[in-house]
């Protein structure tokens, strides 16, 4: 199952965000930290469960809203949507009727899904901080599966079991002990109780003679009844089977004249050779029908000369069709192999698009020098670029800070003080003028006087102030200056920089020449391109390899092709369909095959069409042979050969018919003492109505006994309770009651017992052989896996003695061993995880979505590698989602494989891109 389309309406930071025409083999989601990734994982890992009202799953707006589309095993497509905290409806093809979820998800529960599909970086270690103790274990029987989960409920039954049986009958079942106790006691009471037991005998002997008379008499009248009730159920089987006895006679006599004796005892041996031999002829006659009717359907004409024509080529055709599985398996690898190198081909010239200007030849890109001096020298080289891009902008950056300075410089304005001053002592004198005219006339003069020393004051105000300002313009000036030398000097600097930025920047740009980069390629992306470059001239090299070796199969199978059509040019003129494709035309390869069926098809109806008009010429002579013999033999009743089989057949007949009511009578007389021959003679003696009479006489005078019998019963009763009043073996009989009671008691709880302590022990036995196995195929895809992802270095895994703990020992190629997880470098611990994940994944019949969620970041650039290989193997089967902010994981994906679909998640919103905007996106 795959998802082909998600509709987020509402859930955490998600409005109206959609993931379309998702790929059914890698997606790819890439986003920097807050876009949203961990929103959209805890959205696909509940998709088929509901989310959960708790402090881990994102706010919604108003309420949450999914939809999806998700498409089957068989491309059935389904419709899915979640609101709120409730269950996820399904529906399929837009039908109103809802199907179960777990149609797709199957026996898949959350937690399982949750944590074995869903692999985040915190699940890739022995005990995940996020999981209790119950759920780790869990977890561990999930991880290593193979009943792992039953397996962990042996030891703790087999101990119920064993307990439960000691509480029963102590550790070694003995009858003193434990629950047997009691029991065990009331025996022995009732052993005592029988010995001491005394009865007084006279007067109950005396009413067991009596009892014993009656019961003689009993016997006597039961006797009677018996006899009466055999004649009723004579009579009765008269009656039921009265017809068939009727018939039964009639055809007796039928069969028991001289004629009818005769014809039966006729040889039947001839007479089952004439059917025989004339129901040969018709099957032939019914066969050959058949294969003309199949041959005219293709062929335009059935002569024998056609006949001869098809039969003449049956050793080639048998020794091509004899091959033909062969080659049908070698087109099919062919073709599958063809598939991989053009997808391999696709591969290449995809990374070629994205790293060349044009495609140029393959043997031109391994001629690329792209060794480890050439990447040391690239890098080398981008640093210095590097360093002195830097370099220029703290430099530029100077540079537009003392061009600020200056303009500062330039705009400054002096203000004068003294100004200011002379206005608001003008004002003051102006002011007190006018109110000194009015009031005090007298000290206008004072007031005039007092002025003009004020204006005095002023000037001498005015001429410091124009002597400070010159100071300042000068300083003004000499900084000015200052910072216009520096700024030259500065951009000296920086033209020195530019030019030697401009020489690591050519020298930069002749290595994308040598390596056929695009010139708007990012220099900083050179040493990373030029080992890509590497890496593609390996896969270039495997390409041709697997190129070459498919030229040679074409050739073979070109060969055996040729020989098919030579064969079918000989039909041409007689077979309607024949159809003969252009021998170079891949894709036409298997019609070939069909042309050769068509003929061997053709062939093998055509041989077996003349065997059969000659076997059927034969069975006409052997019949009329038959049939004159037969002439021989009727002569001596009188009787033709068709009168005799006639006759026979008829008389077979009924004589079937009365074996049958022979059959039916003895039936119905099965478990009776009457045998046929005594039912045959009653028979005679009765017509229809005198034995009815006959049955209801016999019927009342069981009636009358039956109720004698009935009184003698109910005497012989009153005597046995006589008897038990006076019996004097009451204490016999309560001591065996006691003894009864306990031995019937005790044998329920003997035989539990037994079961408990039996099946504890096959209990035992099961853990040992489950043990056994566990160590040699419990973790056998894991470490398949796990040897692939560190290329060889490791050989083999063996789980923990008790399975119930998360612990692995590790043997590596030298063949050391490493105890305990602690032993291995972060990396290493979760390389192991991921390849117990992986290989449980594989083995699920279930094939669902799987989530990575950046768990690969410990991994350095070969492990990554390898890892991503087995990821693209898995996409094969389960639909994978990559949710990751690293430029590298997205560059080694989409260089391996085409079947990929890239996005960009920023802001909640998903946006389909190429890798390499992706990774502009979030470098």
């Known amino acids: 199952m795959f998802i082909r389309r998600i509709d987020i309406r509402d859930f955490g930071l998600f409005r109206q965000s959609s993931l379309i025409d998702l790929h059914q083999n890698i997606n790819i989601i890439g986003g920097l930290n807050r876009a949203g990734k961990s929103t959209l994982k805890t959205v696909l890992a509940s ?53 179960s979820i777990q149609k797709l998800f199957k026996n898949i529960d959350r937690f399982t899904y949750q944590n074995l599909f869903v692999i985040t970086l915190d699940k890739l270690i022995s005990n995940p901080a996020h999981l209790n103790e119950k759920e780790i274990s869990k977890l561990q029987a999930i991880l290593l599966g193979a009943g792992l989960n039953d397996f962990r409920k042996l030891p703790l039954l087999r101990s119920d079991l064993l307990q439960s049986a ?75 089977n009265y017809e068939l006895l009727d018939e039964y006679l009639i055809l007796q006599e039928n069969l028991s004249g001289e004629k009818a004796s005769n014809i039966l005892n006729y040889p039947a041996q001839t007479i089952e050779k004439i059917k025989k031999s004339d129901l040969e002829l018709i099957t032939i006659e019914q066969e050959i029908e058949e294969i003309t009717t199949k041959i005219k359907a293709d062929v335009s004409s059935l002569d024998n000369e056609s006949l001869v024509k098809f039969t003449d080529e049956l050793n080639s055709i048998n020794e091509l069709t004899k091959q033909k599985d062969v080659y049908q398996e070698r087109i099919n690898l062919f073709n599958k192999q063809e598939e991989r190198i053009l997808d391999k081909k696709a591969t290449i010239d995809k990374s070629l698009d994205d790293l060349f200007i044009t495609s140029p030849e393959y043997d031109q890109i ?21 360093d002195y891009k830097i370099k220029n902008n703290n ?102 920089v530019k030019n030697e930025l401009r020489d690591f920047e050519k020298q930069a740009h002749a290595y994308q020449d040598q390596l056929y980069l695009v010139e708007k390629s990012s220099l900083a992306s050179l040493a990373e391109d030029c080992q890509e470059i590497k890496y593609l001239q390996e896969m270039i090299t495997d390409w041709q390899a697997e190129y070459n070796n498919q030229l040679s199969r074409n050739k073979e199978i070109k060969k055996y092709l040729t020989r098919v059509v030579n064969l079918a040019n000989k039909f041409q003129d007689l077979i309607y369909e024949l159809y003969l494709p252009d021998i170079d035309e891949l894709f036409e390869y298997p019609k070939y095959l069909d042309q050769l069926d068509l003929i061997n098809n053709l062939v093998v109806l055509a041989d077996r069409l003349i065997s059969l008009k000659e076997e059927k010429k034969s069975k006409k002579i052997k019949l009329e042979q038959l049939i004159n013999i037969d002439e021989q033999l009727s002569k001596e009743i009188g009787l033709s050969s068709k009168k005799i089989i006639d006759d026979y057949n008829r008389l077979n007949k009924l004589n079937d018919r009365f074996k049958q009511i022979e059959s039916q009578i003895k039936q119905s007389l099965k478990k009776k003492t009457i045998n046929l021959a005594k039912l045959l003679e009653t028979f005679a003696g009765y017509d229809k109505n005198s034995l009815s009479e006959t049955i209801k006489k016999a019927q009342a005078s069981k009636d009358k006994f039956s109720q004698e019998l009935i009184t003698i019963i109910e ?79 490791y050989h083999d895994i063996i789980p923990d003695d008790d399975l119930s703990n998360a612990k692995f020992s590790l043997i590596d190629r ?41 768990s690969l970041v410990n991994f350095d650039y070969q492990h990554l590698q390898r890892v991503v290989d087995e990821l693209i193997s898995l996409a094969k089967t389960n ?45």
């Open 47 to 99: 998709l088929g469960y509901g989310y959960q009202n708790n402090e881990q799953t994102p706010a919604a707006k108003k309420q949450y809203q999914i939809d999806a589309v998700l498409i089957d095993v068989k491309s059935a497509k389904y419709h899915l949507d979640i609101t709120g905290f409730g269950k996820p409806h399904l529906y399929k093809n837009e039908e109103k009727k809802e199907i």
């Open 814 to 854: 030298e063949g050391d061993s490493y105890q305990s997880l602690n032993m291995l470098s972060r990396g290493t611990e979760e390389q192991l995880f991921l390849a117990v994940r992986l290989s449980r994944i594989q083995e699920v019949e279930t094939k669902l979505p799987v989530i990575i969620d950046d």
């Open 366 to 386: 391994k001629e690329i020098r792209c060794n480890k001096q050439v990447q040391a020298i690239i890098k080398k080289l981008i640093n210095n670029i590097k």
């Open 395 to 496: 430099i530029e950056e100077e540079i537009r800070v003392l061009e600020k300075e200056i303009d500062l410089k330039d705009n400054q304005e002096l203000v004068f003080a003294s100004k200011q001053i002379t206005f608001y002592i003008a004002i003051f004198i102006i002011i007190a003028s006018i109110f000194g005219t009015i009031l005090w006339t007298d000290t206008f003069i004072w007031i005039l006087l007092s002025g003009v020393l004020l204006l005095g004051i002023d000037r001498l105000l005015i001429y410091r102030q124009n002597v400070k300002v010159e100071k300042l313009a000068q300083s003004l000036a000499e900084e000015k200056n200052n910072l216009q030398i520096r700024l030259i000097r500065l951009k000296e600097e920086s033209q020195t």
């Open 166 to 240: 000691t509480r029963i009958g102590g550790k070694f079942g003995k009858v003193d002990v434990a629950e047997f106790k009691p029991y065990n006691k009331q025996i022995k009471r009732g052993i005592t109780l029988q010995k001491t037991a005394q009865q007084d005998l006279s007067t109950f002997n005396k009413l067991k003679e009596e009892k014993k008379s009656l019961v003689i008499k009993k016997e006597e009248t039961q006797a009677k009844i018996n006899k009466l009730n055999q004649k009723i159920s004579l009579l009765d089987l008269l009656d039921i």
């Open 715 to 793: 005497k012989i009763e009153n005597k046995k309770i006589k008897l038990a009043e006076l019996s004097t073996d009451q204490n016999l009989y309560k001591s065996k009651q006691l003894i009864d009671e306990a031995r019937a008691d005790l044998r329920p709880l003997a035989e539990e017992y037994a079961v408990k302590k039996t099946t504890a022990f096959l209990l035992k036995k099961m853990e040992e052989k489950f043990l056994e196995k566990a160590y040699t195929e419990l973790l056998t895809g894991a470490k398949n896996l796990f040897k692939n992802i560190t290329a060889n270095h």
């Open 879 to 923: 639909q994978l989602f990559v949710l990751t902010c690293h430029p590298t994981l997205i560059k080694l994906f989409n260089k391996k494989t085409a079947r990929i679909n890239n996005w960009l998640l920023k802001k909640g919103k998903f946006t389909k891109t190429k890798y390499h905007n992706l990774i502009e996106e979030i470098t």
